[in-house]
C-alpha cells in the first residue's frame, strides 16, 4: 500500500503511520539518501520481520535513525570528540558508529555493544521519530536477490509489498548510501563512502 504525503507530513498522516509501526508493522520511508525499510526497535517481532525481508544476517548489527544528537545520547556513548564531528555531519547522509549504553534493545547492535545511528536530513523520518517518541531501526530498501538498490515508491512496493505495512510515497529521493564512519577506533575509519564526503576522515 502507498501512501502519499508531503515532504514535511500532517500530524493526521504521522499518526497514522505511526500506529503501522505499533502493531508490529515495517514500513518502508524516504529518506535524504534512499528508501528504507523501517520499523520500532523495542519490537523484536517487528526487526524479525525486517530481517527476513531484506534477507539481512540476524547477527549483524542494525543502524537507528533519531531525531537529534540529543536523541542520540540516549541510547550511545558520545564523548567531546565524537560530539563535535556528529554535530558537524548530521542531519545528512551519514550513519557513524558508537559504542551503545545501557538503553539499547538486545535486537540492535553486535557484539562489541555498538550501533549505527543516523540523523536523515528528511522530515517524513523526522516527523516519525517525533511521533513514536522513540528512534526507527532502518536497513536500505535493497533486493536481496539482485541488489538493486529501490529509490521510488513502486519499485519498493514491487519488492517488499507483500511484508509491509505501508510504502509512504514523498517525493524523490537522491538514490545513493550513507557514507559509514566508525568512531570507535582510535581514529575515525570510513567503512564506506556513499553520498557524504569522508575526505576528512580519509
Not at 509491509?164 to 524523490?172: F, T
Not at 564512519?181 to 575515525?188: A, G, M, Q, R, S
Amino acid at each position: 500500500m502507498i501512501l502519499q504525503m508531503a515532504a514535511h507530513p500532517s500530524a493526521y498522516h504521522l499518526e497514522r503511520v505511526a500506529t503501522f509501526l505499533e502493531d508490529d508493522g515495517v514500513i518502508a520511508i524516504p529518506t535524504d539518501t534512499t528508501y528504507s525499510l523501517a520499523c520500532l526497535p523495542d519490537n523484536r517481532t517487528a526487526v524479525n520481520k525486517l530481517v527476513a525481508l531484506r534477507r539481512l544476517d540476524p547477527k549483524k548489527p542494525l543502524a537507528l535513525v533519531f531525531r537529534d544528537i540529543k536523541h542520540i545520547s540516549e541510547y550511545a556513548m558520545v564523548d567531546d570528540v565524537q560530539y563535535r564531528i556528529v554535530k558537524r555531519y548530521l542531519p545528512g547522509p551519514y550513519c557513524f558508529i558508537l559504542e551503545a549504553n545501557r538503553n539499547l534493545p538486545r535486537v540492535i547492535g553486535d557484539k562489541r555493544k555498538r550501533i549505527g545511528v543516523r540523523v536523515p536530513d528528511h522530515g517524513v523520518a523526522q516527523g516519525l521519530i517525533e511521533q513514536v517518541n522513540r528512534p526507527l531501526i532502518v536497513t536500505s530498501a535493497i533486493d536481496p536477490e539482485t541488489d538493486m538498490m529501490a529509490n521510488d515508491p513502486w519499485t519498493v512496493e514491487s519488492l517488499f509489498g507483500h511484508g509491509l505495512s505501508a510504502v509512504i510515497d514523498a517525493g524523490d529521493v537522491p538514490g545513493g548510501v550513507s557514507s559509514i564512519v566508525d568512531l570507535t577506533t582510535e581514529n575515525p575509519e570510513v567503512y564506506r563512502t556513499g553520498l557524504g564526503d569522508t575526505s576528512e576522515f580519509a
